[in-house]
């Protein structure tokens, strides 16, 4: 029996450029023998739309899409960003984190639930746009004019939410709001004065009066990992346990 012909990475990047698209691709490989981590690890090329188009539909300044784009494209030249390379890019915004917890929520939150988890310049922006405008609407703002956007924008905290990855049911436990508390806190904790994060929690006194022992910046494990202290689990559970009740 002969066996199927091949199809390296230089045929699928010649593909890729020639815009095939996704159905008439699988019907063209049918009966050829392809290296599918190949094909998931080189993406075809995805152009976003043009400068002057996210410009219209979002409002932001050129300039500024210019410089996000350019730094996207020289993280991932593809177009689609992995989360390894989503990571690179937190690293460098969030020094002082100890770990990529947030930063996998985030994405994971941009990314949504489409089975390849990557991500476009598109995605980002657009996001940033939903973010932006609800935040905006919140502080008494005018409505986005652009009502082809406006139709489909996530508000700020449906994607808060999102953060907080719910489950299939759409519901978030306490062990999952405690976890997505220590993952903000955890965005400075690695800096030796941590005292303006415990500030955001707010009641931060209120919960250490019964523990004068407890301290607001982080500590390490036996394994010499940080870990979160103990008040951003108290006040987490206390808040969640009130919003329950409400």
Known sequence: MASRPRINK??????????????LLKILLKDVEI???????????????????????????RDWLMFVYRNFKQTCSNGRMSQTQWRQIFRLIFKGATDYEFADRFFGAIAG??????????????????????????????????????????SVEQFTFNLMTPDQHGRVDEAGFVKYAKSVFNLNASISD?????????????????????????????????????????????????MRKS
């Open 35 to 61: 290296d599918v981590e190949d094909l998931l690890t080189n993406p075809f090329n995805t152009q976003p739309p043009s400068l002057d188009e996210l410009q219209r539909l979002t409002g932001f300044r």
């Open 194 to 242: 941590c005292s303006g994060d415990a500030a955001t929690f707010g009641m931060f006194h209120q919960i250490s009066n019964n523990n004068t022992n407890s301290q607001s910046g982080s500590s390490s494990n036996k394994s010499g990992e940080k870990v979160s202290p103990p008040w951003i689990g108290c006040f987490a559970r206390r808040q969640f346990r009130i």
């Open 113 to 154: 639930t489409r089975s390849q988890k990557l991500i476009t310049f598109e995605d980002l922006i657009f996001c940033l746009y939903d973010i932006c405008s609800s935040l905006n609407r919140s502080a008494g703002g005018l409505a986005p004019e652009n009502t082809q956007l406006s139709s489909t924008t996530t």
């Open 10 to 23: 230089q045929s699928i990047n010649y593909m890729g450029k020639l815009k095939i698209s996704p159905s």
